[in-house]
T-cell receptor, first 116, second 113 residues
Framework: NAGVTQTPKFRILKIGQSMTLQCTQD?????MYWYRQDPGMGLKLIYY???????DKGEVPNGYNVSRSTTEDFPLRLELAAPSQTSVYFC???????????????FGPGTRLLVL | KNQVEQSPQSLIILEGKNCTLQ??????????LRWYKQDTGRGPVSLTI?????NTKSNGRYTATLDADTKQSSLHITASQLSDSASYIC????????????FGAGTQVVVTP
């Protein structure tokens, strides 16, 4: 299994541009998540999805949109890029519960985004 | 205010030595506490998960402890290796917010030869 894959690895955007960060998992997980990680800060949840067709806002959703048309894919959309969105973005996935009853999130390698 | 505080922010240790990282949290009600290892340029990888009823859990040279009464956890690294150089992140889960985790800022560990 490839696990959680993300593309691109790095991107530079100009203010006002839009882009989509791709995330795919091949573990048949129901739950998927998008986080952002800023220097010196803990990861913040942007959006999450409990299954295909169902998404919900996390802690910092403003400026982002998501969709979940399949179990495998969970793209994150930035419509009007702003310098405040410069960050490292991580996608993660998990089962509802693993065998021990405690869900484990598996993370992708991240996408570094720079907005100038 | 961050509900998960980690200390120290960073530390440097010699290869072969031990070290202990601290995590204090205010998340309530508490479900479980995890420690993740994040190598530079990579996503976090789970090391341990503990519920409120567990006091300690080990994963190789990593041993996590939990005191749910004082809301403190520690991660002990034994006989450090160069490959232990990474950021170690404490993550706490709400009991009634399944899947939504509170992340600490991490402790950056550098192991030198």
């Amino acid at each position: 299994n490839a696990g959680v894959t993300q593309t691109p690895k790095f991107r530079i955007l100009k203010i006002g541009q839009s882009m989509t960060l791709q995330c795919t998992q091949d573990m048949n997980h129901n739950y998927m998540y998008w986080y952002r990680q800023d220097p010196g800060m803990g990861l913040k949840l942007i959006y999450y999805s409990v299954g295909a067709g169902i998404t919900d806002k996390g802690e910092v959703p403003n400026g982002y949109n998501v969709s979940r048309s399949t179990t495998e894919d969970f793209p994150l959309r930035l419509e009007l890029a702003a310098p405040s969105q410069t960050s490292v973005y991580f996608c993660a996935s998990s089962y509802l519960f693993d065998r021990s009853g405690q869900e484990t999130q598996y993370f992708g390698p991240g996408t570094r985004l720079l907005v100038l | 205010k961050n509900q998960v505080e980690q200390s120290p922010q960073s530390l440097i240790i010699l290869e072969g030595k031990n070290c202990t990282l601290q995590c204090n949290y205010t998340v309530s009600p508490f479900s479980n506490l995890r420690w993740y290892k994040q190598d530079t340029g990579r996503g976090p990888v789970s090391l341990t998960i503990m519920t409120f009823s567990e006091n300690t859990k080990s994963n190789g040279r990593y041993t996590a402890t939990l005191d749910a009464d004082t809301k403190q956890s520690s991660l002990h690294i034994t006989a450090s290796q160069l490959s232990d150089s990474a950021s170690y992140i404490c993550v706490v889960s709400h009991l009634d917010s399944w899947g939504k985790l509170q992340f600490g800022a991490g402790t950056q560990v550098v192991v030198t030869p």
